[in-house]
């Protein structure tokens, strides 16, 4: 059974920076794609950043310089990093994976997801 668990989301004032890990098990992450999507409330899940199984990234505009995707495959998990983190970035944040290789940059793409981890960014 593949489960894919994200953890280090919080509470953290703006400028302020959280690194999200998502562990994997029962699934190996590397050579494969993998993607963080975040929800805000009333808002559709959407692609914040994704790396593909030749470590290709994609990043959203609004986190491009600001976010970094990076994969530590010895402890079979995939991090984002978050930094000068703005209110605009609360949401609850999702890492997926699945059995393509390529930059995947839509959610019906992947097979595997997380079950979020809330990030709150206060003014």
């Known amino acids: 059974q593949v489960q894919l668990v994200e953890s280090g989301g919080g509470l953290v004032q703006a400028g302020g920076s959280l690194r999200l890990p998502c562990a994997a098990s029962?699934?190996?992450?590397?050579?494969?794609?993998v993607g963080w999507f975040r929800q805000a409330p009333g808002k559709e899940r959407r692609l914040v950043a994704a790396a593909s199984g030749d470590d290709k990234t994609y990043y959203t505009g609004s986190v491009k310089g600001r976010f970094t995707i990076s994969r530590d495959n010895a402890k079979n998990t995939v991090y984002l990093q978050m930094n000068s983190l703005k209110p605009e970035d609360t949401a609850v944040y999702y890492c997926?994976?699945?059995?393509?290789?390529?930059?995947?940059?839509?959610?019906?793409?992947?097979?595997?997801w997380g079950q979020g981890t809330q990030v709150t960014v206060s003014s």
């Open positions: 029962g699934f190996t992450f590397s050579s494969y794609a």
């Open positions: 997926a994976s699945g059995w393509r290789s390529a930059l995947l940059y839509s959610d019906n793409q992947y097979n595997y």
